[in-house]
């Protein structure tokens, strides 16, 4: 049996992917640099406001969370309140290491328990560290405590959203096109 091999002059053969290139919108390659702007254009998105999230020790290695409340971005806090009276704060690069070292020990944390690290890691500084999952009440003072912070939370969620989002609908191949065949 003799194979037939499409010579590249081939009429029938290249009319086809001319025709295919059209509809797909892939005939021309703009340089025009109106398109790349289209990924930073419209309007910026204001970055969510910092959290204050106060945890009391209410027997030893067992954490409630008490309070929380929004703050200016970038002045995020832990405020420990311990079994004796002490009262301790983590902010800045000393809460940047804890969060990270309950993100190195993340399979730690999900099992449970009430030590500093878990509460921490379900509570509004927990989320806005990167955790995508609701809070947990039973590491919640009371339903009123959690609930404070439920705005902010959306408000994060809907900051990842957009930020992460090209500013148009528009991105890929089938962007359109502004010169080309059928424009």
Excluded: H
Excluded at 47 to 66: F, H, Q, R, S
Excluded at 133 to 148: E, L, Q
Excluded at 158 to 168: G, I
């Amino acid at each position: 049996m003799k194979k037939r091999y499409l010579t590249i002059g081939d009429f029938k053969r290249n009319a086809f992917i001319v025709a295919a290139a059209a509809t797909l919108g892939l005939t021309s390659c703009d340089s025009n640099t109106q398109n790349n702007d289209e990924w930073n254009a419209g309007t910026e998105v204001p970055a969510p406001d910092g959290v204050i999230t106060e945890l009391t020790e209410e027997a030893p290695d067992e954490w409630k969370i008490t309070d929380e409340r929004t703050t200016a971005p970038g002045q995020s806090m832990a405020i420990l309140k311990y079994n004796d009276g002490r009262v301790d704060t983590l902010q800045g690069l000393a809460l940047e290491n804890q969060m990270r070292d309950i993100a190195s020990n993340q399979a730690q944390y999900n099992q449970g328990g009430f030590g500093l690290g878990n509460v921490l890691w379900w509570s509004a500084m927990g989320f806005m560290a990167g955790r995508m999952m609701s809070p947990r009440p039973a590491y919640y003072a009371n339903p009123a405590t959690m609930n404070n912070t439920a705005a902010w939370r959306q408000n994060v969620q809907t900051y990842r959203q957009q930020s992460t989002a090209p500013r148009s609908g528009r991105s890929g191949y089938f962007q359109g096109r502004n010169s080309g065949a059928g424009a």
